[in-house]
RNA sequence: GCGCCUGUAGCUCAGCUGGACAGAGCAACGGACUUCUAAUCCGUGGGUCGCAGGUUCGAAUCCUGCCAGGCGUACCA
């Protein structure tokens, strides 16, 4: 339930009958009503919600703004709403100021909700696939996959809060040149631990885990491939150190608090056939030609800058083709929509992608991308260029020990994917203690320390909001905090729609920062009865809100700290 | 060259899809613990919103052109 949201659409409403009451008494003369904002100033002196009608409205009712609001004001019905008073201000917005009491019954709702306040049924619980990481299996998760990780699976959190019915889904890069690579790397480590001469090429995996994959290898199997064929050789150990590469990837996003719904494994896509059916239904189709050798997708068709390669010269499948067939196995697997997470390396990837899925006859709005853009690291305030080819990057795994999984979570998930983000990883480390994440996590704690304090003083239960007077709760502090605790429905219904989650973090931020002040203004255990049972009302609603927000971010909601 | 993303306080970033005087955190400075956790609070300083035009009653936000940075422009993924 969204009171901030329910009280606009009311006014919205009664702005409408207004204006078209001040029509037929030939007050005002307009020939259709333009669209018009309600919304919440920003500034506190504008009211608690206001309209821009009486702007919009004065090129067609050939009236100053002003004037309009004031007709506007004069024939609003405001009888069985909360609005007490309407003003015309500024430039012509007309503000409303609501009675007090609006703001108690939140408190009601959020007690009531509990768990649920925040959510919605927006979604209507259509099926959702939300597609992310998807780390190539070749090495360890650096920090470009960390914030992938945070952000997808924040977007699922906030989808399945609306409403939506979410899959969680890793592609598994299985097939392909770089599994080759992957494959004669791990070969070339193998023969130099049994004491051979071999180099990893160049266009191979140099990464030192990759040494001590085939060191565990080698204590299951010992040398007996040494003198194997070659092809057979490092089919062996390219499927053992998949396995063993999939189960850390799986183990780091776990402890990185994400997990997978479905691991998918791209070479099932052309072991099934799945590949080449999806092609011949292109070619079918007409958007396949052949030229130089290859066959090529007509992706100029859909917008794209070339036409993309989908079957090489030597006859191997490229990348592009497997994930035409993987997009339409997701259609196939009936989701009413598809969300991607890319890095901003792939976004040249975007426009055949969608073109492929119109070509095979979906709507391509069913498929949502979001570039992300990369992570620059800085060490010693220089420079880390991460590559997965040179070996030299940050694991997940390290980030989550140095920085912590909480502080790591919410500062990837607080910088919106377009941002290009510079993370300082001295800083990181020294600052963890001032980071914004603890902030919040420590007003959560303050609260609980405050009713553990209440049962210690002999209270038996908390106070049931519609039980209590909460008119009480009449000070700036502990009005703003209220306002702020009514933001939150709307709030993720927002982000939701926006695919956006960067503002839950904030929104936590300024919680905790007016709980902080309400803390220290205002005692909640005290002398005064009503005061108190009032007070308690509201911390348990701050309480359940910050603890509500944390559980989306992935964020732990400690008790105590 | 072309395409996508970005340019807001010393630093890292918000700015709710065009609203009423541009915000937060960190950093700097000055205050507040005999009272529910000082991982906190209160206060001070700090900005040509990259530059120049345009649209609009109104622009950090939309359009155009420059400038700067990142990414892409493979029969790699």
Redesign the pocket.
Known sequence: MDIVGNIQKEIEQRLREAALKAKEEGDLSFEELPS??V?????????DF?T?LG??L??QAKKP?REIGEIIIKHMDTSGTWIKDMEV?????I?FILKAGWLYQVLEVVERSDKKYGRSNMGMGKKVQVEFVSA?PTGLLHMGNARGAALGDTIANVLEAAGWEVTREFYI?D????IE?FAKSLEARYLQLLGREAEVPEEGYHGEDLIETMRNFIELEGDKYLEADPGLRRKVLGEYALKEKIKSIRESLENFGVTFDIWFS?STLHESGAVEAVMEELREKGYIYE????LWFKSTLFGD??D??V????G?????A?DIAYHKNKFDRGFDRVINIW?????????RMKGAIEALGYDKDRLDII?M??V?LFKDGEIL?MSKRTGQYITLDELVEEVGKDAARFFFI???A???????LD?AKK?S????V??V???H??I???L???MARGVERLPRAFKTDLTCLDSE?ELELIRKIA?LP??VK?CA??L?P??LP?YA??L??LF???????????EDEDKQAA?LVLVNATRIVLRNVLNLLGVAA????
């Not at 400690?558 to 700290?561: A, D, F, L, N, Q």
């Open positions: 018009f904002t919304e919440v100033p920003k500034e506190k002196g504008h009211g206001a821009n702007i919009i004065a090129s703004p201000a500024g430039p012509g917005f503000n190539n890069n097939a392909g040149n770089q690579n791209e030229k130089d050798g290859a800058k070339k993309e390669v079957v090489r010269q030597n191997l499948p490229t990348y592009f497997a890095g901003a390396d792939h976004h040249g990837h975007v426009a570039i853009q990369l620059r260029r607080m910088r919106a377009d941002s290009h983000l510079d993370f300082d800083l600052e203690n001032e980071n914004p603890y902030y996590q420590y007003a704690a303050r609980c320390s405050i553990r304090q209440a502090v933001d709307g709030l927002s729609e926006t956006e960067h503002r904030h931020i300024e905790a920062g902080h002040s309400f803390y220290t203004e205002c005692r909640v255990l005290c007070r400690p008790e105590r700290m």
